[in-house]
């Protein structure tokens, strides 16, 4: 089939190398002229894992095209991807203009039947006001006859995983109110479930909310799990056991029960906001959900209260070690990352920072601007070097296991404040580490029977 992704991020990107990984002619067209550029060039402006190879691959076998033309977009696919990016806007509700801008251009240089496909989280409602937008266009330029439909099909992909969950998807949901969409849909995701039958079709507005519901969902589980820790901290209980001991019902599974120091990223933060912000608009204010939202603002803080406890209010002179920027392993994306909160408290109170991060220091650059206070390390060992502590921010696997004799000598306090409980506390102890990790103040658990018998 012949596919164009209006908007080439994150997901526009991922969506098009996959589905020309597939058999499909794919165009991607993006207003941003210098990240075609790039990427026409093979030089991808995001790091994804796996995705560089499927893009170059497609790109050399002439089924990955890439373009700034929005006329020429159009004329390209049948099928229409939206995939621009929906931020916040003021008041919290989706910004929609980057949207229904794609839908206007759709609708000014159509000449034949279109599938217009939303993929971006879109509020409940989008979907018509897609069709309007494009119907509009159409009539004027005296063109009402020409046909389209407009689906939804929100995307489930996890930063730092997203080719892998493109490929192999849990459930693909798509929302459909016409025949020949329904059909066009069908044949387009036959190759990603070829061994169950992954579709969820249903109306389109029940598709936007869906979207909407799950990483609400995802994000009450982990307020939940960083209260649970707050909690288990001061009844002198091990949130770590505490997971465990309820990740094995059944009824809620061991997924999502990390505590750490608050979610981030460009999707729960902002999906979370816009989901209040419909559900005020009608009238049905989600009290479980705006729980949510403050129980994570106060969990970006959580990692600063702790070096204010440890350190004292001025940390004039005091240079901290941080292990991570990226809001989760595996992705360049700092965007609402709990780093940033981090980075510009410790700066506000007079320290400085040494960070270190796999892929995301160049973005996080961007993001901090030219903030004195912090310096980026080669390495998480020469971030260490003459550190009064070291912070963890940011899960990443080359930070799970260190060498930690040495991460005592390289410091020049031995103490470490780890926001996403990677280590043992036993062992960091037995090491001379003072060790700050969360919820985590039990005594450690009593010997296993194997041990004992041992
Ligand atoms: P992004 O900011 O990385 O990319 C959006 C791109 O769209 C940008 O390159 C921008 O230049 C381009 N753009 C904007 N308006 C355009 C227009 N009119 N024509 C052509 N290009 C245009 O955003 P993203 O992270 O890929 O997210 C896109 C959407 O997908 C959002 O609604 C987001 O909520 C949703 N989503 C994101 C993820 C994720 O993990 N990033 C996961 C699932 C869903």
């Known amino acids: 089939m012949k596919l164009t992704i209006v908007g080439t991020g994150y997901v526009g990107l991922v969506t098009g190398a996959c589905f020309a990984e597939m058999g499909n002619d794919v165009l991607c067209v993006d207003l941003d002229a210098r990240k075609i550029e790039r990427l026409r060039a093979g030089d991808l402006p995001i790091f994804e894992p796996g995705l560089k190879e499927i893009v170059l691959r497609n790109m050399t076998e002439g089924r990955l095209h890439f373009s700034a033309d929005v006329r020429e977009g159009v004329r390209f696919g049948t099928l229409q991807f939206i995939a621009v990016g929906t931020p916040p806007g003021e008041d919290g509700s989706a910004d929609m203009q980057h949207v229904l801008a794609a839908a206007r251009a759709i609708g000014c240089h159509m000449s034949d039947y279109k599938l217009v496909i939303d993929k971006s989280t879109v509020p409940v409602g989008t979907a018509d006001a897609v069709r309007e937008e494009i119907a509009a266009a159409l009539a ?129 933060p902002k999906d979370v906001k816009a989901l209040l912000r419909s559900a005020a608009d009608v009238g049905e204010p989600l009290h479980v959900l705006t729980a949510v939202e403050r129980a994570n603002e106060r969990q970006k803080h959580v990692l600063v209260d702790r070096v204010l406890r440890r350190f004292g209010p001025d940390l004039g002179g005091l240079r901290f070690a941080l292990w991570g920027l990226a809001f989760k392993p595996d992705t360049d994306d700092v965007r609402e990352a709990p780093s940033l909160v981090v980075v ?41 070097e003459q550190a009064d502590a070291l912070i963890v921010v940011t899960e990443w696997k080359t930070y799970r296991a260190p060498d930690f004799e040495r991460v005592r000598e390289l410091l020049r306090q031995p103490v470490v404040i780890d926001g996403r409980n990677l280590y043992e506390p036993e062992l960091l102890r037995a090491c001379g580490i003072e060790y700050h990790p969360l919820g985590r103040n039990a005594p450690a658990p009593v010997a296993t029977p194997l041990a004992l018998a041992a």
């Open 344 to 384: 510009r408290e410790l700066a506000a109170r007079g320290a400085s920072i040494v960070a270190h991060d796999p892929e995301a220091m160049e973005r996080a650059r961007e993001a901090l601007g030219e903030l004195p206070a912090i310096t980026y390390a080669e390495s998480p060992t020469a971030a260490l």
């Open 140 to 268: 004027a330029r005296g063109m009402q006859k020409i046909p389209f439909s407009v689906v939804s099909n929100p995307e489930f992909l996890k930063e730092g995983a997203a080719v892998e969950d493109f490929m192999r998807p849990d459930r693909i949901v798509v929302g459909v109110d016409d025949e020949r969409a329904a059909l066009l849909m069908r044949a387009l995701y036959a190759p990603f479930q070829r061994q169950r039958d992954k579709l969820v079709l249903m109306d389109v507005r029940s598709a936007e909310l869906t979207k909407y519901a799950a990483n609400a969902m995802l994000a009450t589980r982990i307020s939940f799990m960083n209260e649970m820790a707050l909690l288990a901290e001061k009844l002198g209980a091990d949130i770590e056991q505490v997971r465990r001991g309820i990740g094995a019902d059944a009824r809620i599974g061991p997924r999502f029960l990390y505590a750490g120091c608050g979610y981030g990223g460009s999707c729960f």
